[in-house]
């Protein structure tokens, strides 16, 4: 299992709306003042499928993540609690980016507002 852990905040988030609730498919969900942006093309319940995360780099580097399946669980590892919070489990996932490229059976992504 690998972990990539992103972290940050939600432009899109409103009031007590749990993270969770803000990622809704064809639509793209930015995180950390924009340097994340979140699309899945389809959800149902806590599955997506078709899902994309892209970043940029402070130095304006472009990375992406991508899987075909995932799911969708509220909260952190440490505090699955957390409705300030999200993580991703991808299955099959691919990350591509200036630095390095990588493939994972499983991976989890967490994100925060």
């Not at 499928?49 to 892209?54: A, D, F, M, Q």
């Not at 993540?65 to 669980?73: C, H, P, V, W």
């Not at 699955?80 to 200036?98: C, E, F, T, Y």
Request: with cysteine; charged share 15%.
């Amino acid at each position: 299992m690998s972990v990539l852990l992103f972290t940050g905040c939600s432009d899109q988030h409103a009031g007590s709306t749990p993270a969770i609730d803000l990622i809704r498919a064809g639509t793209d969900t930015t995180w950390n003042g924009g340097a994340y942006v979140l699309h899945v093309e389809r959800r149902e319940g806590d599955s997506v499928t078709g899902v994309r995360l892209t970043s940029t780099s402070q130095n304006g580097q472009k990375a992406t993540t991508s899987a075909e399946t995932g799911k969708l669980l509220r909260g952190t590892t440490e505090n699955p609690g957390d409705q300030s919070s999200v993580r991703l489990m991808l299955v099959n996932a691919a990350h591509q980016g200036a630095a390095f490229s990588m493939s994972a059976d499983n991976m989890i992504i967490e994100l925060h507002l």
